[in-house]
């Protein structure tokens, strides 16, 4: 489903989600239902659901000022917010990286509770000394009152993707000096209470609690899908750390000798046309020397009836023309240098400065899948190769982002 952006706030775009349009008309209509029970006068129905909107309208104010509070707090810490967007569960600021440091993101974290547990304290202090009690306000406030108090103790508990569950990552970074340490403590404690909100849910529902127990469920399988989620994660980002380029890199290239004619690269080229694969690329040696590749666009530059007279020497272009990389690289700076080149594969060198091989997204999304036990037919990589891409679409360029974003691994190619 497509965001709605409404406005933006210090340059922030504020997005909403379809789903939220549900959770209004449902909090609306708990909301006129409790004023309806509570009140001592009769007030006439339209009156009591606008009052109920009303309350609905502000709920989403309180859980926008609650994601403006991390967000202010994160431009103070100099980094940028890409949206704040609201949907069924609450809403989310999304930044473009992530703090630096463990006391900055802890600011961060623990920003949103803090403004939530305020405006619980402000709201029901009015409810208290500003308004009668039974009063059509004072209802209304302590309704908002209590449900940011709610807002506030539930954000805290400790697991992702609450901001607990941050404030606890925050807190191990600081203790081991590990981030990552952090994030998997975190998740694993956000799993745990998943599911002890699935279990509970069901016990409720189970015993007729109604939409209380439908809402844990909810909430349950959602923090558990997200835990799932992360964990997959951990693995593809250990994989793409601990995987080097040897251990994916293929034979894509064809070495000729320099004094071949021009002729020989034209059948060679024939043949992966025929084949309807993407040409190898045709490396040049020289009594055992490599000297450089050439490329077809040479046959367009010379007459067909010229080709047996000249040596592929004479149309050589250098190697390090090549976008290239170290065998030893880990697979995520390949994927970050593909990226960065218009062609569809590095050249490989080992440690004594040789080809060794090439590596291409189909070569890297391989050893990805086959390292998690996956085996896809030989078909699946040939389809992939054909249009370059990642086989069965596999997001690894914005895994590899996130990883920086996340401080994982920096672009100049240290893993922290």
């Not at 992360?230 to 994916?248: G, W």
Request: hydrophobic share 45%.
């Amino acid at each position: 489903m497509e965001y709605l952006e409404l406005i933006k706030i210090k340059g922030i775009p504020l997005r909403v989600h379809p789903s939220w349009a549900f959770i209004l008309l449902l909090f609306t209509w708990s909301s006129q239902t409790q004023l309806s029970n509570l009140l001592t006068i009769q007030i006439p129905l339209l009156l009591c659901w606008c009052i109920g909107f009303l309350s609905s309208l502000l709920v989403f104010l309180s859980v926008l000022l609650h994601e403006l509070g991390h967000s202010l707090v994160a431009l103070h810490e100099g980094l940028r917010i890409r949206s704040i967007t609201l949907f069924f569960l609450g809403g989310v600021a999304i930044t473009e990286k992530e703090c630096d440091t463990p006391m900055a993101s802890l600011r961060v974290a623990i920003a949103g509770p803090l403004v939530s547990f305020f405006l619980a304290i402000f709201f029901l202090g009015c409810s208290q000394f500003l308004f009668s009690q039974g009063s059509i306000a004072s209802i209304v406030f302590t309704q908002l009152g209590s449900i940011n108090l709610l807002l506030t103790f539930f954000n805290l508990l400790p697991g992702l993707p609450l901001d607990g569950g941050l404030i606890l990552k925050s807190i191990v970074w600081y203790l081991t000096g590990n981030k990552r340490k952090g994030l998997k403590v975190a998740n694993a404690s956000g799993r745990w209470l998943s599911l002890c909100a699935l279990f509970l849910g069901s016990v409720i529902c189970f015993t007729g609690g109604g939409l209380v127990g439908v809402w844990l469920i909810v909430i349950g399988w959602f923090g558990f899908s997200f835990s799932r989620s992360q964990n997959q994660i951990f693995t593809f980002e250990d994989i793409l750390c601990a995987l080097k380029v040897t251990e994916a890199s293929s034979r894509g290239f064809i070495v000729l000798e320099a004094d071949k004619k021009l002729r020989s690269l034209s059948e060679l080229y024939s043949d992966e046309t025929r084949q309807n694969l993407s040409p190898k690329w045709i490396l040049i040696c020289s009594s055992g020397r490599w000297i450089g590749y050439v490329t077809e666009k040479i046959l367009k530059e010379v007459p067909v009836q010229f080709w047996n007279d000249y040596c592929l020497s004479e149309y050589c272009s250098p190697l390090s023309d090549l976008p290239s990389i170290s065998d030893r690289a880990p697979l995520w700076e390949a994927i970050l240098n593909l990226e960065s080149t218009a062609q569809d594969r590095l050249l490989v060198f080992n440690l004594a400065g040789l080809p060794s091989g090439t590596i291409d997204r189909v070569d890297i999304g391989k050893a990805v899948l086959l390292k998690i036990g996956i085996k896809l037919p030989k078909a699946f990589f040939e389809a992939a190769r054909k249009k370059n891409t990642y086989p069965l679409g596999m997001s690894l360029v914005k895994l590899v982002e996130g990883m920086i974003s996340s401080g994982l691994i920096s672009e100049s190619g240290e893993t922290k």
